[in-house]
T-cell receptor, first 114, second 114 residues
Framework: AQSVAQPEDQVNVAEGNPLTVKCTYSVSGNPYLFWYVQYPNRGLQFLLKYITGDNLVKGSYGFEAEFNKSQTSFHLKKPSALVSDSALYFC????????????FGAGTRLFVKA | NAGVTQTPKFQVLKTGQSMTLQCAQDMNHNSMYWYRQDPGMGLRLIYYSASEGTTDKGEVPNGYNVSRLNKREFSLRLESAAPSQTSVYFCASISGASSGNTIYFGEGSWLTVV
């Protein structure tokens, strides 16, 4: 069965500093990996995905993520955090062996201080 | 440009009452999902529909039923609501491989069972 772990409930970073939000996964076969962001009282918005190809994936709002197959990780990164990046971030994995289930992690709340 | 539309946005039920959450997407997607979001639990998959005419259980299906009425619509029914079903419910649809396998979410339905 597929699973996703986001080991940090909360990440605090000062504006202008780099940020990392961690994600590890377990899935049969090659994974489809996603990051989504949620602002208060809203649905989730797509940030970026890894399907195949380059391990470093660039997405919306200056975010990027690195796929590491040996460590089964897909950490979200941004070189310089903004206060407006403060939100709830979800990592997700989908099995690409023919199933359609997409499983989400528990989420990591990012606080960026001015 | 509606995307995924779900109704109602807010609902209060008494224990034992029934209700149906409605969801429709206008993006011609084959696959649709129902998730619930609870604090500290992230998004948990209730049911999904890989294509019109098929439905499958997700991580937490007990107490729910679904109907894939047609390609556009995927409803979630609570037959006898319980306080444990107090949650925020999200409907979603997923684009196919040719469009990047991206999940699109509705704005959420806040359900309280008293």
């Amino acid at each position: 069965a597929q699973s996703v772990a986001q080991p940090e409930d909360q990440v605090n970073v000062a504006e202008g500093n780099p940020l990392t939000v961690k994600c590890t996964y377990s899935v049969s076969g090659n994974p489809y990996l996603f990051w989504y962001v949620q602002y208060p009282n809203r649905g989730l918005q797509f940030l970026l995905k890894y399907i195949t190809g380059d391990n470093l994936v660039k997405g919306s709002y200056g975010f990027e993520a690195e796929f590491n197959k040996s460590q089964t990780s897909f950490h979200l990164k941004k070189p310089s955090a903004l206060v407006s990046d403060s939100a709830l971030y979800f990592c997700a994995v989908r099995d690409n062996t023919g199933g359609f289930k997409t499983i989400f992690g528990a989420g990591t709340r990012l606080f960026v201080k001015a | 440009n509606a995307g995924v539309t779900q109704t109602p946005k807010f609902q209060v039920l008494k224990t034992g009452q029934s209700m149906t959450l409605q969801c429709a997407q206008d993006m011609n997607h084959n696959s649709m999902y129902w998730y619930r979001q609870d604090p500290g639990m992230g998004l948990r998959l209730i049911y999904y529909s890989a294509s019109e005419g098929t439905t499958d259980k997700g991580e937490v299906p007990n107490g729910y039923n679904v109907s894939r009425l047609n390609k556009r619509e995927f409803s979630l029914r609570l037959e006898s609501a319980a306080p444990s079903q107090t949650s925020v419910y999200f409907c979603a649809s997923i684009s196919g491989a040719s469009s990047g396998n991206t999940i699109y979410f509705g704005e959420g339905s806040w359900l309280t069972v008293v």
